[in-house]
């Protein structure tokens, strides 16, 4: 990159979705393939940033030069991500973390006798509200998968986590969301400001996304 702008910078970004053991062989999941955070983590090391990339179950090749963490659960996330946020400036979150998971993991894999089956399911940790509660000189950008009231939902979860910037994207437009090469998003700011971005490759995202980082960083020295 011919601005290393985030030379100095360590940022910590999480990327594909968590998985939650149902028993030894099962688990809740989701679509995310990590492509959007692994975009991230790539352009962020071009920039001169020392990347930490936490990483839910992906089978991405990891760009060189990047720390990378892997884990499965949001619990193992979340623990991950505790671990390193003091020591880093900026956290972009990207991953899709499971909000609940099974109450117990069967120690045996389950039988299939009954003609239905119940899972109880307990609430998870939110990673990112524990950081904004926490952030002290960080950065904080959240991302919202929504499926409808895009922006009034990610603004909710702007405000709730105390977030310097969340990146909208609606899942059910056609090129958006999970594990696709492209993305349509919407950057939605602190002061209210929306800006909508057109259909791109999630390299093309990452890049403006960390504009908008390397300006804030700006603005606030
Ligand atoms: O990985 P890809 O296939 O490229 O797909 C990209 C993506 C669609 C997964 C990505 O662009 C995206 O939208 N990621 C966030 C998905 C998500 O879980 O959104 P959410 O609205 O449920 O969560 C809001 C924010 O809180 C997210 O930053 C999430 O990481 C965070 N969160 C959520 C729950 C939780 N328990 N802890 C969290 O930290």
Redesign the pocket.
């Known amino acids: 990159h011919p601005r290393r702008e985030l030379a100095g910078k360590r940022l910590l970004v ?3 979705g968590t998985r939650e053991p149902i028993d030894p062989v099962r688990y809740l999941g989701n ?7 692994y975009a991230l983590a790539q352009a962020a090391a071009a920039r001169g940033a020392e990347v930490i990339l936490i990483s839910g179950p992906s089978g991405l090749p990891v760009p060189p030069g990047i720390t990378i963490k892997r884990v499965e659960t ?1 619990a193992e996330m979340h623990n991950a991500v505790l671990a390193d946020f003091d020591a880093v400036d900026i956290v972009i ?5 499971a ?1 609940y998971r099974p109450e117990l993991a069967a120690e045996q894999k389950i039988k299939k006798t009954g003609d239905t089956l119940t899972l109880s399911l307990v609430k ?5 509200y524990d950081l904004g509660q926490r952030k002290k000189r960080q950065l904080l950008i ?5 499926t409808e009231g895009l922006i009034e939902h990610a603004q909710e ?1 702007l405000r709730k ?1 105390n977030l310097d910037m969340i990146v909208a ?1 609606d ?1 059910t437009l056609p090129g958006a ?3 696709l090469d492209t ?1 349509i998003v919407k950057l939605v700011h602190r002061n209210g400001m929306v800006e909508a971005l057109p259909l791109q490759s ?1 390299q093309q995202v990452a890049e403006i996304i960390l504009d908008k980082i390397c300006a804030m960083l700006t603005n606030s020295t």
């Open positions: 999480t990327a594909a679509r995310s393939s990590g492509k959007m955070g949001a979150k990207a991953a899709a973390v909000d998870n940790p939110d990673i990112l959240g991302f919202a998968a929504e979860k986590k994207n899942v969301g999970f594990n993305n999630k």
